[in-house]
């Protein structure tokens, strides 16, 4: 009596979870949004500021129609102060960060090579790099380029919005086969791909089907794994098997051959890795200048970062601090840069940047200077987690500007004290 009665209470409270649990589900679903962003905060602050630095980042249109093509181009150092918890970048790839497959990527170009597979890439060096993009999906939709690392992940750098108009039912990618014909790979072969799916997945849910029927998988290999396969498996069903393993095996042979003897002129998919990009000669560490890191702190309450620095001026210019770029984010000097900036908002501290001593440093001379890099975006783009890592460090490149309009960016970068109360 009681056993009936617990039982039959413990059937009531599992429908009940379990109606409660497709309730729910049902209702996240409902709410989930459009996502905006994709996560490209969430790395780590050293990772994002220590592996890459991207800059002259340009995309060349933001407000493009279906079909038309754009292209993001730019430069590429891999910073000497690549954390020893990254693997070199020995094997990586350069691709777009975007939500979906809203464009096509049309070709990718590191160093003046077409790289549309992974390649090698050496730290210390800068290299300029070729996107080009056709616009795909209509929407407002934040892209980067993003360069995924073995064993690193994808590391991506500064996004902008790109706002694509028009139908999606007009996009077509056009592409010229070796044997002459034009074939539209966003659909082609699409019919052949369907059938098959479906030629398939009725196989298997017939299997499937089949098997549940007679005491289902579970039950069935316990009974094997217990040394009863004679007992369990009958005649009939060894000659089920053998006919369904026989038809699986001609159905694909026979369809291979008709395949290969329609398409006799095909070539394997193309890997193997690109050696030898060439690095551009003047990036980031070109310049006649010598730095030295004294020392630093990070204020977390005030989202300020003071870097010491002792400065020699080795060129026949003065020279003149303009920009810090750390993690895509670039920290101004207003006194450097008069005019406006095109660059995301997000991304732009343009007054971000001030130094303990505004003036040039003069061809041959040595400077004491306070690099002071203070802003809110240190916050929202979470680059404050500095503060909280085991070797508590910043990186990033700054820029000094000669008269002439000569720039030479500079690698800078070294421990950090944070400080958490206000001072
Ligand atoms: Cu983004």
Known sequence: MTTTMFSSLARQAGRLWALGLAAGLALTMAAIGPADAHGEKS????????????????????????NEEYEITGKLYLMNSWPAAIELPN?????????????????????????????RLEVG??????????????????????????????????GQYIDIKGNFSDYRDDVKLLNGTTVDIETYGEGKIILWHLVWIIAGIAW???????RG??????????????????????????????????????FYAITVSSYPNTIP?????????????????????????????????????????????????????GEFNTAGLRFLNPDVYTAKVEYPDYLLADRGLSLSDNSP????????????????RWDTERLSGLAYDVDSSFAGVLFFFSPSGA????????????????V
Not at 43 to 66: C, E, G, P
Not at 93 to 107: E, I, K, S, Y
Not at 365 to 373: F, H, L, M, Q, S
Not at 412 to 421: E, L, R
Request: charged share 20%; aromatic share 10%.
């Open 91 to 119: 094997q990586c790839f350069l691709n777009t960060g975007q939500p979906g497959a809203m464009a096509a990527r049309l070709g990718v170009w590191v160093g003046g090579t077409f790289t549309p597979r992974s390649m």
């Open 407 to 422: 720039r030479y960016p500079m690698e800078v970068g070294g421990a950090v004290i944070p400080t958490f109360m206000p």
């Open 361 to 376: 440093i003069a061809p041959g001379e040595t400077k004491d200077i306070a690099v002071t890099i203070q802003d809110a």
């Open 43 to 66: 790395q780590a602050a050293f990772l994002r500021m220590r592996t890459l630095n991207w800059y002259d980042l340009k995309w060349s249109k933001t407000n493009v129609t279906v």
């Open 269 to 321: 998919l193309q890997a193997g890795d690109f050696r030898n990009i060439q690095a551009i000669e003047n990036g980031v560490n070109s310049g006649p200048i010598t730095i030295k890191y004294v020392n630093g702190t990070y204020k977390v309450p005030g989202r300020e970062l003071v870097a010491n620095f002792k400065i020699t001026n080795d060129g026949k210019e003065p020279l003149r601090i």
């Open 125 to 158: 060096k800068t290299y300029a790099f070729r996107v080009l993009l056709k616009a795909r999906r209509p929407g407002h939709w934040h892209t980067h380029v993003q360069l995924s690392v073995k064993t690193g992940g994808p590391i991506p750098g500064p």
């Open 208 to 214: 499937i089907l089949y098997w549940f029927n007679k």
């Open 217 to 254: 998988f579970i039950g069935r290999f316990a009974w094997v794994a217990s040394g009863k396969a004679e007992e369990v498996i009958t005649p009939q069903e060894r000659v089920v098997g053998a006919i369904t393993l026989v038809a699986v095996l001609l159905v694909v042979i026979i």
